[in-house]
């Protein structure tokens, strides 16, 4: 027997004229039954609201008989009571004007008094004339996807929650990391800001002012590298270490080489950890203060004069801490007379980004910045950085540290 082109009998096992007729059995549904036993309810009203018609699935969703509902009551009066005020200020109105609204969330009371979450669209039929006839409403079951709704919110406003928790965490770390204020020191006028750039990390730049006995004063301002809980441990060793290493010996250059030593004592192979410094002595002279700086790699601080001179002081030499075991460090000094003002910051104020190219606030423009403030007070300095750095916007994306340190002018010479 050939097989070639043979078509297979009906008692072939690979006929499937049975399979085949039982899916035509399916497409001949009556268009009654596809009505009654719809996924969605289907209800037909007059112009006035009166039901004409509903289908079985919305009865049986409400738990109403047909006979209770169709010529008796209005589709208003299955709605709850601030649904039907909605229903009669906006969607009737609505939908006469527009002929058809889709996808309104409205509450349906069923017979037994629960609520049934729906998704309603309405369309109003017209004659030939264009006259209106009855609304054609269909009526989605929403009662997931408002369980869903409810716990999306819920998952949101926990997500809130500890969004505020972590806020509320960071900045009591950040402000662990900073003195509550800065110390009175006889002679002197010195004032500090932080700008926080991420409300959800722990920033890593610091300073302090505090004193050395003999009327001395040691200060310095930093940044440590990275963000978050590591950038914290970082800080605080930082900053106790340097407050230790200047009471044991107050020199600027011994403190930076001691902070190297210690980092790179407690961080080492994979886990280098490092920081910009620059610390300074202050030691009382005459009418003003003779200033000692030393500088790991951090920008040189500015020195606003009571001439209205402003320039940068050099601290040559200096590397970043922590990084290399036999780091060289370099100081500098100079002299605040009255009315000079030190000034001294992070890099995220000259790295700003002032415009939409990207273009950032060098130092080439803060020094400009400075020698329009100058002559100045320390207080008048770091008003005017916060209003600099208010003007970046979101091209501050970086912590800030300013510290200001300066010398009154005598009196009837202040400072502008």
């Not at 998952?155 to 500890?162: P, S, Y």
């Not at 950032?360 to 005017?384: K, N, Q």
């Amino acid at each position: 027997m050939s097989d070639t082109g043979a078509t297979p009998g009906p008692a072939d096992p690979g006929n499937d004229s049975a399979p085949r007729a039982l899916f035509n059995a399916l497409l001949e549904d009556s268009a009654e039954d596809l009505y009654e036993n719809a996924p969605c309810g289907y209800l037909s009203t007059l112009l006035d609201g009166q039901i004409a018609k509903i289908n079985t699935t919305l009865l049986t969703w409400l738990g109403y008989t047909r006979d209770q509902l169709v010529g008796r009551r209005r589709f208003s009066d299955l709605l709850t009571v601030g649904g039907k005020l909605y229903h009669e200020t906006h969607f009737a109105p609505l939908l006469r004007m527009q002929g058809e609204l889709g996808g309104v969330a409205l509450d349906l009371r069923a017979a037994d008094g629960t609520r049934l979450p729906v998704l309603v669209t309405s369309v109003l039929k017209t004659g030939t004339d264009g006259e209106p006839l009855l609304i054609r409403t269909t009526v989605f079951d929403a009662r997931d996807r408002r369980a869903y709704e409810r716990e999306l919110l819920r998952a949101r406003q926990e997500a809130d929650r500890d969004r505020e928790r972590l806020k509320r965490l960071v900045t009591t770390l950040q402000r662990s990391l900073l003195p509550a204020v800065l110390p009175a020191v006889p002679g002197l006028e010195a004032a500090a800001h932080y700008h926080i750039a991420s409300a959800d990390q722990v920033g890593g730049d610091f300073y302090d002012l505090f004193p050395l006995g003999d009327g001395r004063w040691g200060f310095f301002l930093g940044d440590v590298c990275g963000k978050g809980a590591g950038a914290a441990a970082l800080t605080s060793l930082t900053r106790y270490t340097l407050r230790a290493a200047a009471v044991y010996a107050p020199d600027p250059v011994a403190v930076l080489a001691t902070l190297n030593t210690v980092l790179r004592q407690e961080y080492t192979g994979d886990d280098l950890r490092y920081c910009t410094v620059i610390f300074g002595l202050l030691t009382p002279d005459g009418d003003g203060f003779a200033l000692t700086l030393a500088s790991g790699g951090h920008p040189a601080a500015l020195l606003l004069r009571a001439d209205g001179g402003a320039h940068y002081q050099p601290t040559p030499g200096g590397l970043l801490v922590g990084v290399l075991p036999d780091a060289r460090f370099a100081a500098t000094t100079t002299r605040l007379a009255p009315g000079d003002t030190l000034l001294l910051y992070t890099d995220g104020l000259t790295e700003a980004r002032v415009d939409a190219e990207g273009n950032r606030h060098s130092e080439e423009a803060l020094h400009a910045f400075a020698a329009a403030l100058a002559p100045t007070t320390a207080p008048a300095a770091i008003a005017a950085v916060k209003d600099l750095l208010g003007s970046f916007g979101d091209g501050l994306d970086d912590d800030t540290a300013v510290l200001a340190l300066g010398v009154p002018a005598p009196a009837g010479e202040e400072a502008r």
